[in-house]
């Protein structure tokens, strides 16, 4: 079956760093990968989306990168504030189905 | 501008009583989506419904039913609640096609059932 993984340990890190979140997945080959970010109380947040075709994809701060070949995408955050604490999660979608599957979502947490 | 808007915000059952969760999107979108997000289990995609008239089930639909009653509007019914039924429940809707546009959440329902 279809499984996606994320750290599911919290991520800590130092204000000005930059965080690095990884998403495998296996058993499925996605056309399209999206990040959300979702606050304590609050609802998922889209961020990014990337395309299979993209290697990299950026927004301020933010960069994703889609490696087909690892079934495996990084999502960077550069000079994190602590403002950038939250869950970020993960969703590889085929486009094909009409269900986007979510992964556990990792815990950043930057310290001032 | 509204969003996805979920009601209620919370709610307490009692084992066996039912109820019916609601949500209405002011996009115009035509896919929506409940899921139930579970402490250590992330988000679980219990029924979507690509387009007005349709539905289809998750990963775990059991002891849960959806009626899209229009464009705007898609209800999440528990017919008789059980413990394991305990969750936060998100509707999302969707613009374009599944996977390849971004999905608009609500703040979600935090059903209990004791």
């Known amino acids: 079956s279809q499984k996606i993984e994320q750290n599911s340990e919290a991520l800590n890190i130092q204000e000005g760093k930059t965080a690095t979140l990884t998403c495998n997945y296996t058993?499925?080959?996605?056309?399209?990968l999206q990040w959300y970010r979702q606050d304590p109380g609050r609802g998922p947040v889209f961020l990014l989306l990337?395309?299979?075709?993209?290697k990299e994809k950026r927004k301020e701060r933010l960069k994703v990168t889609f490696d087909t070949t690892l079934k495996q995408s990084l999502f960077h955050i550069t000079a994190s504030q602590p403002a950038d604490s939250a869950t970020y999660l993960c969703?590889?979608?085929?486009?094909?189905?009409?269900?986007?599957?979510f992964g556990q979502g990792t815990t950043l947490q930057v310290k001032p | 501008n509204a969003g996805v808007t979920q009601t209620p915000k919370f709610q307490v059952l009692k084992t066996g009583q039912s109820m019916t969760l609601q949500c209405a999107q002011d996009?115009?979108?035509?896919?929506m989506y409940w899921y139930r997000q579970d402490p250590g289990m992330g988000l679980r995609l219990i029924y979507y419904?690509?387009?007005?008239?349709?539905?289809d089930k998750g990963e775990v639909p059991n002891g849960y039913n959806v009626s899209r009653l229009n464009k705007r509007e898609f209800s999440l019914r528990l017919e008789s609640a059980a413990p394991s039924q305990t969750s936060v429940y998100f509707c999302?809707?969707?613009?374009?096609?599944?996977?390849?546009?971004?999905?608009?959440f609500g703040n979600g329902t935090r059903l209990t059932v004791t």
């Open positions: 996009m115009n979108h035509n896919s």
């Open positions: 999302a809707s969707s613009g374009g096609k599944v996977g390849a546009t971004p999905l608009h």
């Open positions: 058993n499925y080959s996605p056309a399209y």
């Open positions: 419904s690509a387009s007005e008239g349709t539905t």
């Open positions: 969703a590889p979608g085929s486009g094909n189905t009409g269900k986007l599957i």
């Open positions: 990337i395309r299979e075709n993209e």
